[in-house]
């Protein structure tokens, strides 16, 4: 390793450990590291969206002689739209921002509708109406507790009409299950924070500090 | 001319989604083909804007000398740093014989990448596991019934999902050991909970969806 | 800056000095150790428990640096455990098995270097085993940093499998298509059109100059895609629009946090399997016979979790005995 990597090592140490000394209190070295984070953050996603997004999606499409005329007129309209997104910068033309968020806004509604229309509903409504008494009696329990799971969950989350009687009940079977989705998400939750430690410590102990294999 | 051009844009293009989605052949294939290049462009100047809307903020706390504004300098520092490079490697690359690309390994910008923005991320968000488990000791209670229930599944699951769970369950069959409890919980109650809240934000979705290319819906263009 | 502060970062620069140039490397503990460590740290929390049980629960630093103990030491045990195989996990090495070498696999990165402790090692376990099967990959990111994250892990792969790096040619055996910004109306329009979203690759190479790509224009000659995910956009836009509307199998390799949001789409088959955080990782790792940092990394997860398990414990035999006595 050279000397720059030597010393990329060295500042990618010192980053981290900048970063963890908030565990002992807010302190000056973090805030420059969440500083030099936010601007290289920023940077970052600036040049990667110049590069990707603005050089090969409208630059290269403009100045390619193989298109039409026509399909080379048409990103301009994106081009445009994009560059009035910016007039927020500006108070006094900051309503201009708004057709292109409109656009962005229009696109998405259109699109959303349909595919979680299909996907996250209907899909899942066709998946939950299974025969239930089939197969053996882990089967029949499992399916079971899908169906009724699923359709308790539902009730719960269905607050037009009293939580009362056998709907209260079905109600309060449907905060059982969602209880229990919320301890399986904690319980993954921890397997992945714990996981990004240990990456970092397998970088100091590993990559910095060469102790380990 | 401030309300009335935005509101027909969102209809325009919301409906065009919707027929192209239906019939997705010519001519309404072009216009949703168009809008999706259109929207890559747009959605790159809108994370323009953030990142311009950053460094004005900034410019403006250290010109007022704002508190922190030194740490608003090491902002706009590092942000014109990588941003020099980010210029520099790409458009090297681009007259360069092989063109190389701004990212590749070994070039500065790379650099940068690797030696700063991935420990300062990875570690930002690695802290959370310290959070965690103080939380866990703290605060996780089995107070009433519905917490026990949370409690036991993120038990089961936490140590079934690693060896250990099997280790400590090794006296038992296959069948009922750890692992194999955490599988049922993940594949049943917790798909049952899971679709339960998925199918709701479905139907949420597709109602406001449906506002929002009607018109009905127009608060994200703000009050004025 | 304090005097107090200056002492503690000096402390550290020493102490990093020390451990980097004179203790001798790489370190690691014996079975007998590795055991002793263990019983010593159970005393720890056993004392834990005892003052807590006393009403005086332990300081919030103090739980973080036992946290960072038991994450560090498992680094310098060697302790074999064998690593559960999930269905879902088996499912997706199923599906890669049954896939004929020269079957074109898209593989999307959507991550970034936060979740790249958790995605990495089953993304560089992926390459491997398709670089090895002899799949034709196509690289591309919904996320920014993923082109740079799958650059990383086929140079991980070739590092620790360098018979590959011979083997296997850029263009011709794998390709990287970069970023574009758009989320799922990226995959919507490769839908149509590949080309039209990638008129070049990370390189600036011209699509058509990319011989793997020679005849691929959309999802239509794509057999499989692997989609490895810590978010949104990820495996959701993959399975509302490659899986429902274009009919690609798609499996997806997340991040813990994102994992059990999934499992509805597995239930309906929408998505072929899942590798969910770092025990999905680990298991991939088994079953294709190609250990990595999961399989490395997974004595120390099981330490966390065991440590949060323990403190749950604690604090809720302390908060039940204390419920006890007010009665």
């Given at each position: 390793m050279g000397f720059w990597g030597q010393f990329g090592v060295w500042l990618a140490a010192l980053l981290t450990i900048g970063i963890i000394s908030f565990l002992y209190k807010d302190n000056f070295l973090y805030k420059a590291c969440e500083a030099i984070f936010v601007g290289i953050s920023a940077g970052y996603w600036f040049i990667v969206y110049y590069w990707d997004n603005l050089y090969k999606k409208f630059y290269l499409q403009v100045t390619?002689?193989?298109?039409t005329s026509w399909e080379r007129i048409i990103p301009w309209v994106g081009f445009i739209l994009g560059v009035m997104m910016?007039?927020?910068?500006?108070?006094?033309?900051?309503?201009?921002s708004r057709w292109p968020l409109a656009f962005i806004v229009g696109a998405t509604a259109g699109l959303y509708m349909m595919i979680y229309f299909v996907s996250n509903a209907m899909a899942q409504v066709a998946s939950t109406i299974?025969?239930?008494?089939?197969?053996?009696w882990a089967t029949i329990i499992a399916n079971f507790f899908i169906v009724a799971g699923t359709f308790c969950g539902l009730v719960y989350f269905?607050?037009?009409?009293?939580?009362?009687?056998a709907f209260g009940l079905a109600s309060r079977v449907g905060i059982w299950f969602l209880m229990i989705t919320f301890g399986a998400s904690f319980g993954y939750t921890v397997m992945s924070r714990m996981s990004l430690m240990i990456g970092r410590l397998d970088f100091l102990f590993g990559t910095w500090l060469g102790m380990i294999k | 001319m401030k309300r009335e051009i935005p509101v027909a844009i969102t209809f325009i293009v919301g409906t065009a989604y919707l027929i192209a989605y239906f019939i997705p052949h010519e001519p309404f294939n072009y216009f949703e083909n168009w809008f999706n290049d259109w929207f890559a462009v747009i959605a790159a100047f809108a994370i323009w804007l953030g990142v311009l809307n950053l460094i004005k903020i900034s410019t403006i706390k250290i010109v007022r000398k704002s508190p922190d504004w030194p740490y608003s300098v090491l902002i706009i520092v590092s942000f014109i740093i990588i941003v020099f490079f980010g210029f520099y490697e790409g458009y090297r690359g681009l007259y360069a014989n092989p063109h190389y690309s701004f990212?590749?390994?070994?070039t500065s910008f790379d650099w940068l990448y690797v030696n700063v923005y991935t420990p300062l991320s990875a570690t930002m968000f690695a802290l959370l596991a310290f959070f965690v488990a103080s939380a866990s000791y703290r605060a996780f209670r089995a107070r009433n019934f519905e917490a026990t229930l949370l409690l036991l599944a993120a038990f089961l699951v936490m140590l079934g999902r690693v060896p250990v769970g099997d280790i400590l369950t090794s006296w038992l069959p296959h069948q009922y050991q750890l692992s194999q409890w955490a599988n049922w919980i993940m594949h049943v109650p917790n798909t049952a909970g899971q679709r339960a809240i998925m199918i709701g934000i479905a139907l949420g979705l597709v109602s406001t969806s449906l506002r929002i290319i009607l018109g009905l819906e127009r608060s994200y263009l703000g009050n004025d | 800056m304090k005097k107090k502060e200056v002492v503690i970062v000096s402390l550290l620069i020493i102490f990093a000095f020390v451990l980097k140039y004179l203790i001798p490397k790489p370190v690691e503990f014996s079975y007998t150790v590795s055991m002793i460590v263990i019983i010593l740290l159970g005393l720890v929390f056993v004392y834990i428990l005892i003052r807590t049980l006393q009403g005086q629960l332990i300081g919030r630093r103090v739980v973080f640096l036992l946290v960072g103990i038991s994450l560090s030491l498992p680094f310098f045990m060697k302790l074999t455990l064998n690593i559960p195989v999930s269905p879902e996990v088996r499912s997706v090495y199923d599906a890669l098995q049954k896939l004929p070498p020269g079957s074109k696999v898209l593989a999307a990165f959507d991550y970034d270097p936060p979740s790249a402790p958790e995605l990495q090692p089953m993304a560089v376990a992926f390459m491997k085993y398709a670089f090895d099967r002899g799949l034709k990959v196509i690289i591309m990111g919904l996320w920014p940093q993923g082109p740079q994250q799958a650059d990383q892990a086929i140079q991980s792969a070739f590092k620790a499998e360098p018979s590959l790096k011979k083997k296997i040619k850029y263009g011709r055996d794998y390709v990287n298509l970069g970023f574009q910004a758009g989320n799922e109306f990226v995959i919507l329009r490769m839908g149509e059109s590949f080309k039209a979203m990638f008129p070049s690759d990370l390189y600036n190479t011209p699509y058509d100059s990319i011989p793997l790509l020679n005849n691929v224009s959309n999802f239509s000659n794509i057999d499989f895609c692997m989609d490895f995910s810590a978010g949104k956009p990820g495996t959701a836009e993959w399975v509302q629009i490659a899986v429902d509307r274009f009919k690609l199998p798609v499996a997806a390799g997340n991040t813990a946090v994102q994992a059990p949001m999934v499992y509805p789409y597995l239930n309906s088959h929408q998505l072929v399997g899942l590798l969910g955080g770092m025990s999905g990782g680990a298991a991939f790792e088994k079953l294709t016979k190609k250990p990595g940092k999961a399989t490395t990394y997974i004595l120390s997860q099981s330490f966390a979790h065991v440590v949060v398990v323990i403190f749950i414990i604690i604090g809720n035999v302390a908060y039940f005995s204390r419920k006890k006595e007010k009665k």
């Open positions: 390619n002689h193989d298109l910016l007039s927020r910068l500006f108070e006094k033309i900051g309503w201009l299974i025969p239930v008494f089939i197969g053996d269905f607050f037009s009409k009293e939580h009362k009687g | 990212r590749d390994p070994g | -």
